[in-house]
């Protein structure tokens, strides 16, 4: 079966320090591989998506950038954080084709300080 | 733009009894649309999905959605609400123009059951 790990669970970072989050999918081959960010325990905000390596789309313009060095691999980052970073951020997948769901870790709480 | 709304911020239903989460969609063309739920500090867990066919889909612990293209609507339901149920629900949309298609969330629906 299918598995995503998303690490670390919560994170407390400095102004102006790097981040990095990483996700891994198990038991798949070729995702579809997501970085979202959810404010407020609200809405969802997709951050960046990618259908292949090394194939990033960036949604929104910002302070981070992602990349997918490996099939099943997909990481998050940035340079400098900034006090806007902090949320909450959810990696996810889903198989080729549009009608599949998509399958989300467990979340990153990110609060920058 | 492909668009999803879920009008109620927050519903309130007693154990035990029906409840209904709403949710209308805009997209181009035919849609396929995702019922997600969300737990306290958790990811999104799925629920259940329309592709095509019957207009009632059944899905994970007890849900259903009926999809209903003249009202452009895929409103969540339950015949009987459990406490557990209590959770953040999230309806989502994707077109199925040609090419890569990204999927548009709504902004979630609280659903607290009250014992």
């Known amino acids: 079966s299918q598995t995503i790990h998303q690490w670390p669970a919560t994170l407390v970072q400095p102004v102006g320090s790097p981040l990095s989050l990483e996700c891994t999918v198990e038991?798949?081959?070729?995702?579809?591989l997501y970085w979202y960010r959810q404010a407020a325990g609200r809405g969802l905000q997709l951050l960046f998506y990618?259908?292949?390596?090394?194939?990033i789309s960036s949604e929104v313009p910002q302070n981070l950038s992602a990349s997918r060095p490996q099939d099943r691999q997909f990481i998050l980052s940035s340079k400098k954080l900034l006090l806007s970073d902090s949320g909450f951020y959810l990696c996810a997948w889903s198989a080729r084709g549009g009608n599949t769901e998509a399958f989300f870790g467990q979340g990153t709480r990110l609060t920058v300080v | 733009a492909q668009s999803v709304a879920q009008p109620e911020d927050q519903v309130n239903v007693a154990e035990g009894n029906p409840l209904t989460v709403k949710c209308t969609y805009s997209v181009s063309g035919n849609p396929y649309l995702f019922w997600y739920v969300q737990y306290p500090n958790r990811g999104l867990q799925f629920l259940l999905k329309y592709i095509t066919g019957d207009n009632l889909v059944k899905g994970s612990y007890g849900f259903e959605a009926e999809f209903n293209k003249s009202q452009t609507s895929f409103h969540l339901k339950k015949p009987s609400a459990l406490v557990s149920d209590s959770a953040l629900y999230f309806c989502a949309v994707r077109g199925r123009s040609g090419g890569y298609q990204k999927v548009t969330f709504g902004i979630g629906t609280k659903l607290q059951v009250i014992p």
């Open positions: 990618s259908v292949g390596i090394g194939q």
């Open positions: 038991g798949t081959s070729n995702p579809n």
